[in-house]
């Protein structure tokens, strides 16, 4: 072999390597360096309460388009059992049964008119209705301590633990008058710290915990909404995990679409077809888009971002849009489905308690549930301006 053929081949083997490389990008849970494992969690889904925030979507996503200045959230808390172990935890609480006894700055929303709610059960009640009794959650598991993640700790026994992230204020009303936790919140449980420091592990730039050793759920530090906001790696099968993204983002449209999502999770046709005149170009574009219709195919970052304004549910934007970029790069990957705490664009997808959410990946449901907060059907559409007094 001469030198101009040995080059040539070396060069088709680095481009093979590439092409490889590049082709495979987060097409599998092993390009985060999760070490595989056959252990796994059960995981079932609450949807506690319907919220709808008045006047109240900038502070969570932009742009806000007029027309769509009030926001509606579902609050999804999450029961995982360990059967190994026989440990049974929770994932968020959503909100209490009596959301006017939190403290000022949480019942602010409810005595202010604008926090509304349809009629709902606490978690505490859908359990016990479903036959779990309360005793049997060794613990619960706060995203962070927001009043529609906390629930009504009061409810369970003594025996149930509290688990937070490290940064987490604990300080409690009245003795902080801005508190959003009080004493019974935390009074009889013992508090764990998730302890991220001394932890080897990094997903996807994430630090990361493995709660039962065994690698079926991990703990993932995601701060920015809040100092000490954590979400979880739930295996569900060997090779898929449902996200517990909590308040990572608050609508799917700050998520999507990127590159690598787009890729794997091709924009159905119809939806293609209907989001050109349906998603306004007067505050979204893209460089395949004309006036009046929109090309979602060229977009490459998200349509929505995290609110920076001053009354951003945000407490550090900058480190939350960093953790959202780190969290969304699990959903360009197959084998993993993010359920956030309030994603409104799957709640009529996605299976309920008693049912398990632990078969999504076979059951198809990411395919038909990803792309659907750009129907105009779907209650997370804010993509036009219907009211431009
Ligand atoms: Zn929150």
Request: hydrophobic share 40%; charged share 15%.
């Amino acid at each position: 072999m001469n030198l101009n053929n040995a080059l040539r081949s070396v060069h088709v083997v680095l481009t093979l390597l590439i092409v490889s490389h590049v082709g495979n990008a987060w097409a599998s849970y092993r390009d985060f360096d999760i070490p595989p494992s056959n252990a796994t969690v059960d995981l079932r889904v609450f949807n506690v309460a319907n919220m709808t925030l008045l006047n109240d979507t900038h502070a969570f996503i932009l742009p806000t388009l007029p027309g769509h200045q009030s926001v509606e959230y579902p609050m999804y808390s999450f029961l995982l059992e360990h059967k190994t172990s026989g440990t049974r935890m929770m994932f968020d609480l959503g909100i209490r049964q009596d959301p006017e006894n939190t403290p000022p700055s949480a019942s602010f929303y409810i005595t202010e008119g604008i926090a509304k709610f349809e009629p709902y059960k606490d978690v505490t009640q859908l359990l016990q209705n479903g036959g779990i009794d309360l005793a049997s959650i060794n613990a619960v598991i706060w995203s962070h301590a927001h009043f529609d993640h906390v629930g009504d700790m009061s409810k369970f026994p003594n025996s149930t633990n509290l688990i937070i992230g490290p940064a987490t204020d604990t300080s409690v009303y009245p003795g902080n008058p801005n508190a959003t936790l009080q004493a019974s919140d935390f009074a009889g449980h013992d508090i764990v710290k998730v302890d991220f420091a001394s932890s080897k592990l990094i997903f996807g730039g994430l630090k990361a915990v493995d709660h039962f050793g065994d690698g079926s759920l991990y703990l993932v530090d995601t701060p920015g909404h809040v100092a000490g906001h954590l979400t979880a790696l739930a295996r569900v099968t060997p090779t898929s995990f449902v996200v517990l993204g909590g308040d990572a983002f608050h609508h799917a449209g700050q998520a999507r679409p990127r590159p690598l999502f787009q890729k794997n999770f091709p924009c159905p046709a119809h939806v293609l077809e209907e989001t050109k005149t349906s998603i306004s170009t007067e505050f979204f574009w893209s460089p395949g888009s004309r006036i009046g219709s929109f090309d979602i195919l060229s977009r490459a970052q998200a349509l929505l971002s995290i609110s920076n304004l001053p009354d951003s549910v945000y407490s550090d934007p900058i480190k939350a849009s960093v953790s959202l970029d780190k969290i969304t790069s699990f959903d360009a990957d197959p084998d993993f489905f993010i359920v956030a705490a309030h994603d409104i664009s799957i709640r009529s997808a996605i299976p309920y308690f008693p049912e398990y959410i632990n078969d999504w990946k076979a059951s198809g449901v990411k395919e038909r549930s990803v792309w659907a907060f750009v129907e105009a059907s779907n209650p997370a559409f804010v993509f036009d301006s219907f009211n431009t007094n």
